[in-house]
């Protein structure tokens, strides 16, 4: 069964926000201009997928996912505008960082609790991993600390992504 875009490009698309994620945090090569691109072809593919996929997200599991990639967009967009309006200070941006972190964990949760083993396993690990790094990097004191915070976050959410997308059989476009 052939698989649709929609089906597999989270699977590349997280871990590489991720990158940037972190990227930002330890390397002057990405500007506040860098970001403020990544957040907003972050925000055009959040919205776009919500369209798209739309009809798809139907049951207990996808509909938390369709929440996720709904409050994502806002939070993404909050982001964007921020970096965009308020050059230096950025006073909301930690908003968006926070929620990318914490949002899509609890939704493994949820995913877990719908999932037959060895998936769920996979899902609550991400999400224990992931919310493991966003405390690491909530109580950082250093910058090695909230590095290795984002890497776990990252690390959670690309196991919980990679893991939806192998479960998924494709569209059959």
């Known amino acids: 069964m052939s698989r649709s875009l929609t089906d597999v490009a989270p699977a590349v698309l997280v871990p590489a926000a ?6 930002a945090h330890v390397s002057p090569a990405v500007s506040r201009h860098v970001l403020l691109v990544g957040l907003a072809v972050m925000t055009v593919l ?3 997928f919500a369209v798209v996929a739309r009809g798809e997200m139907t049951g207990p599991v996808l509909a938390v996912w369709e929440g996720v990639i709904v409050l994502g ?11 965009a309006v308020t050059p230096g200070t950025d006073p909301v941006l930690p908003v968006t960082l926070y ?6 964990a609890l939704a493994y949760v949820a995913t877990a609790a719908e999932v037959e083993p060895p998936f769920n396993r996979v899902y609550l690990a991400g999400a224990i991993l992931a919310l493991a790094g966003t405390a690491t990097y909530a109580l950082a004191g250093s910058d ?4 290795v915070g984002i890497a776990a976050v990252g690390v959670g959410q690309t196991a919980g992504i990679v893991t939806a997308v192998y479960q998924n059989p494709g569209t059959g476009d």
Do not use: K, R, S
């Open 99 to 104: 929620g990318w972190m914490v949002i899509p």
């Open 46 to 48: 959040l919205g776009a």
């Open 144 to 147: 090695v600390d909230a590095a």
């Open 18 to 23: 991720w990158a940037l994620t972190l990227a």
């Open 73 to 83: 967009f806002v939070i993404t967009l909050v982001g964007a505008v921020d970096l």
